[in-house]
């Protein structure tokens, strides 16, 4: 796979997964993820959880149990290195509840057919 | 090589990240990253950082004014696919000014001869 058509790839999957998160589909995210004890998901705040297992839970939890969350996201940029790709976006948070920006790290791993999450890493910015 | 030879090399990596943080070094800090336009660094609460020179303008930002942090470091993980690894960390950070923890990730990129630090992404922990 030549570079630029992975990036189109690896940008249309980190879409994929705000619109997950947007919509509270967890079938959808699910998909989204590579099945795997190495995946790392670290959501602002949060302790690091590592495994499928644990991932996922927390996704089960933040759809049931808070308030819907919307992104504008800003600043992304992908590179990539063999089968691995890491994207960088900002996400602007709208809701009821909370406002203010997410510097975001997401790692992906093609698995031969598709680009699968394997690192999600956020961290609250700072208000100025 | 192998996986195993991979993986204790990345923690060597990533150990010597924290010694030159800790020592404010800012020679080995240069020395651990891949110097190019597609590494990112996040550190706490700060926007993202892109490129080596804005990366490098962080570390000497740093190791000039703030205080000389210490950390101590758990719960170190590491996963590889390919030519690349990330480790996920928790930073217990010991200073005069701040403590608390910070969960990391570090990807490193396999360069034929080293590994290389491609994106240091830093999460506050918020306290219980």
Known sequence: MRRIEAEVDVLA?????????????IDAMSELWEHSDRIVCTHPG???????????????????????LQFILSNESVATEGDVAW??????????????TVAAVNMFVFDGQRWRLVVHHGAAVAAR
Chains 1, 2 share one sequence.
């Open 13 to 25: 999957a980190n879409r994929a997964f705000y619109e997950a998160f947007e919509a509270r589909d």
């Open 46 to 68: 949060w302790q690091t959880l590592r495994g499928w297992a644990s991932v996922s839970g927390s996704w089960f939890a933040l759809f049931s149990n808070s308030a819907p």
């Open 87 to 100: 994207v960088t976006v900002d996400e602007n948070l709208i809701s009821e509840t909370i406002s203010g």
